[in-house]
């Protein structure tokens, strides 16, 4: 069975500072991975998805499949930032997701 | 296009009693997927239907939930006799298709209460 670990359930950075969520997860096969976020008060939304291999919004995450993480990294943080961001996996490229528990990125001015 | 909608957004059921949530997905999309998230946690994918068609229920309780998907109308996830541990945010996402570089849009959620 597949799972999705984020170990951090609230990350808290000042603006400007570099950010790193943590994911990460353990499927036996070649998994597709993804991640989501939701502003306050809004939709989950899709933020990327490791086979299009392009930043949004200034994030960037790379598919490490020697550690299985899938850690998503921006340089500098940014207060519109602050989100519940979920880390999902996908075992057959479609869309039955497996989520991680989430991390709550608060970023200070 | 008004994105996916789900209503309600707030259900209070008394112990017992019937929950029925409803999903209708974006115009052009046939694939319907629910989750459930209990306080605290990630969301749990529950089931995935096409029109008229249960694909994959791998993650439906065996008892008391069930799930469709008709030719017209919305998607419903219908929670017989509502316990306290049925408390959650139920959320319905849809798709044109299910692979291929496709992406699932969100509802808002249905927040169950039960009392």
């Known amino acids: 069975a597949q799972r999705v670990t984020q170990p951090e359930k609230l990350l808290s950075v000042f603006k400007g500072a570099p950010v790193e969520l943590k994911c990460n997860y353990s499927?036996?096969?070649?998994?597709?991975l993804f991640w989501y976020v939701q502003y306050s008060r809004q939709r989950l939304q899709l933020l990327l998805r490791?086979?299009s291999r392009e930043s949004i919004k200034g994030f960037t995450a790379d598919l490490n499949k020697g550690e299985t993480s899938f850690h998503l990294k921006k340089p500098f943080a940014q207060e519109e930032d602050s989100a519940m961001y979920y880390c999902?996996?996908?075992?057959?490229?479609?869309?039955?997701?497996?989520f991680g528990g989430g991390t709550r990125l608060m970023v200070k001015p | 296009n008004a994105g996916v909608m789900q209503n309600p957004r707030h259900l209070v059921r008394r112990r017992g009693q019937e929950a029925r949530l409803r999903c209708s997905p974006m115009?052009?999309?046939?694939?319907v997927y629910w989750y459930r998230q209990l306080p605290e946690e990630g969301l749990k994918f529950m089931v995935y239907?096409?029109?008229?068609?249960?694909?994959?229920e791998s993650g439906m309780p065996k008892e008391r939930f069930s799930a469709e998907f008709p030719k017209e109308g919305p998607s419903i996830l219908r929670i017989q006799q509502v316990v306290r541990g049925d408390s959650a945010a139920y959320f319905c996402?849809?798709?044109?298709?299910?692979?291929?570089?496709?992406?699932?849009?969100f509802g808002q959620g249905t927040r169950l209460t039960v009392v």
């Open positions: 239907l096409q029109k008229e068609n249960i694909i994959d």
């Open positions: 996402a849809s798709s044109p298709r299910h692979q291929g570089n496709t992406e699932a849009f």
């Open positions: 490791h086979i």
């Open positions: 499927y036996s096969g070649s998994p597709e």
């Open positions: 999902a996996l996908s075992r057959d490229a479609g869309n039955m997701l497996t």
């Open positions: 115009k052009g999309h046939s694939h």
